[in-house]
C-alpha cells in the first residue's frame, strides 16, 4: 500500500508487485515515483492507471525490466503515468 507520505516507491524483489495506490479524488495533483530495480512487472491493485500514450485505465504501471521507472499524477479520477522510460 503506497503512504500518504510516500514520494517514491522502490521495488527490488523477484515476481509481480502489487501497488494499492491511494484515491486519485482525494489527492488530486499528487505525484508518486515508481521504479524496479529488479526485472519484475508492477501493477495496481485498482484499474485506476493510465498509459502514458492516453486510453483506458487498466492495472499496469511497469514491464519486467530492470531500471524502469514511471512518475504518476492523480488527475482527480485515475492516476495518469505522465512520465517513463
Same mark, same amino acid.
Given at each position: +500500500?503506497? @503512504?500518504?507520505?510516500?514520494s /517514491?516507491?522502490?521495488?527490488? =524483489?523477484?515476481? +509481480?508487485?502489487?501497488?494499492t @495506490?491511494?484515491?486519485?479524488?482525494? /489527492?488530486?495533483? =499528487?505525484q ?15 484499474? %485506476?492507471?493510465?498509459?502514458?500514450? &492516453? ?6 504501471? @511497469? ?8 512518475? @504518476?499524477?492523480?488527475? &482527480?479520477? %485515475?492516476?495518469?503515468?505522465?512520465e517513463? %522510460?
Amino acid at each position: +500500500t503506497v @503512504l500518504a507520505t510516500d514520494s /517514491y516507491v522502490i521495488n527490488n =524483489r523477484a515476481g +509481480t508487485v502489487t501497488l494499492t @495506490l491511494p484515491s486519485a479524488s482525494t /489527492y488530486s495533483g =499528487r505525484q508518486i515515483t515508481v521504479s524496479t530495480i529488479t526485472a519484475n512487472t508492477v501493477v495496481s491493485a485498482s484499474s %485506476n492507471v493510465v498509459p502514458q500514450a &492516453g486510453g483506458a485505465a487498466g492495472m499496469a504501471i @511497469l514491464a519486467a525490466t530492470a531500471g524502469k521507472w514511471a512518475r @504518476l499524477v492523480a488527475d &482527480g479520477t %485515475n492516476w495518469i503515468i505522465m512520465e517513463s %522510460n
